[in-house]
């Protein structure tokens, strides 16, 4: 009786520890603009930072800047080509900003001070689709559902997993 009892613990415990190491590497974190940050001092170029960088689902974007001189707005591809900043879909102000990109396509980020989109302060955050899934024929954005059936698989899937081992175990 008792050893059942401890083999159901070593089983817990490795389910934990299984299912954190997943969550570990689940996605990379992009402190954008690197060591300068989300600027207009210096012109730093963040075209050319996001264009050598290989986004994923679960990546973890990072704003560092200074409250009192800029913000956060993510915005449409023609406000960003625009720099249209009117009706930004939503704005981050705190200084240091995450956030997950949990969806295909491009993300457009601009800073919402008069002056500084033009002056270069925007990136584009592009996830591209995996290879082995098929363009959709249309051509129009459709990632949402298809991200949030992955998440649910794979949760489900973890689950199965720790019920499998419970009952190897116990
Ligand atoms: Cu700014």
Redesign the pocket.
């Known amino acids: 009786m008792a050893s059942i009892v401890e083999n159901r613990g070593v089983a817990v415990l490795l389910c934990l520890v299984l299912v954190s190491s997943v969550e570990v590497s689940d996605g990379a974190v992009y402190k954008v603009g690197d060591s300068a940050g ?3 001092i210096g012109n730093v170029d963040y075209k050319q930072w996001a264009v050598n960088k290989n986004f994923q689902l679960g990546d973890i974007i990072v704003f560092e ?1 200074n409250p009192q ?3 956060v707005m993510q915005v449409t591809h023609a406000e960003y080509r625009a720099c249209n900043v009117s009706s930004p879909i939503s704005t981050r102000t705190t200084g240091n900003d995450s956030i997950a990109i949990d969806t295909y396509g491009h993300h457009f980020f601009v ?3 008069p002056g ?1 989109c033009q002056a270069g ?1 925007k990136v584009d955050i592009n996830v591209p689709r995996a290879p082995s899934v098929a363009p959709s024929p249309s051509g129009l954005p459709s990632p949402v559902p298809a991200v949030a059936m992955n998440v649910v698989f794979e949760k489900v899937g973890w689950l199965m997993l720790i019920l499998q081992l419970l009952y190897m175990f116990g």
């Open positions: 989300w600027t207009t800047y001189h800029h913000n800073c919402g001070v500084h302060q």
